[in-house]
Structures are given as structure tokens and as C-alpha cells.
């Protein structure tokens, strides 16, 4: 499913516009960035967990060349299902 899928799917089943549910899933993305760079997690009980890992920094490896190249600490986001989601999905 995509974006333009699950703001279809959001539209019927809220019985709402198409322009009114891309604005939801638009603002919800938005809610969850501005979290996530505030280093805030967000989470929706039965559903799961929006955070901000840290990735220390390693070396790696060119695959094309064989060369090693250091790969520099990151943040990256992590999402972790909630046992609602979990149970519906097994």
C-alpha cells in the first residue's frame, strides 16, 4: 500500500473527502517528524512505538572496489509494533 492507496482507503472508511484525508495523513507524518527531531517518540498504544535510534559509527566496505570507509554515527528513526498489531498480523 502507498500513500495515494491509504489516503484512498482513509477516505472511505472516515466517510471523508479525498483532500480531507491526504490533509490527516500529511499532518500525522508532520506530527511524528517534528517528534522525532525534538528526539521525542510517539506512541500509539495497540499500534506501536515511533522513536529515534543512534547509530555509532563504523567502517565499512565498498562492494565495488573492496575499499574500507568509515560510515559516520547516524540517527535513524525505529519504529516497534505494538502486541496488538502483532497479534492481528499473525
Do not use: C, W, Y
Not at 555509532?56 to 502486541?83: L, M, S
Amino acid at each position: 500500500m502507498n500513500k495515494t492507496e491509504l489516503i484512498e482507503h482513509i477516505s472511505t472508511k472516515a466517510d471523508l473527502s479525498k483532500a480531507d484525508a491526504s490533509r490527516a495523513v500529511d499532518a500525522f507524518i508532520d506530527a511524528v517528524t517534528t517528534a522525532l527531531k525534538e528526539d521525542d517518540s510517539v506512541t500509539l498504544v495497540g499500534f506501536g512505538t515511533f522513536s529515534v535510534s543512534e547509530r555509532a559509527a563504523r567502517a565499512g566496505r565498498n562492494p565495488r572496489t573492496g575499499e574500507t570507509i568509515q560510515i559516520p554515527a547516524a540517527r535513524v528513526p525505529k519504529f516497534r509494533p505494538g502486541k496488538a498489531l502483532k497479534d492481528d498480523v499473525n
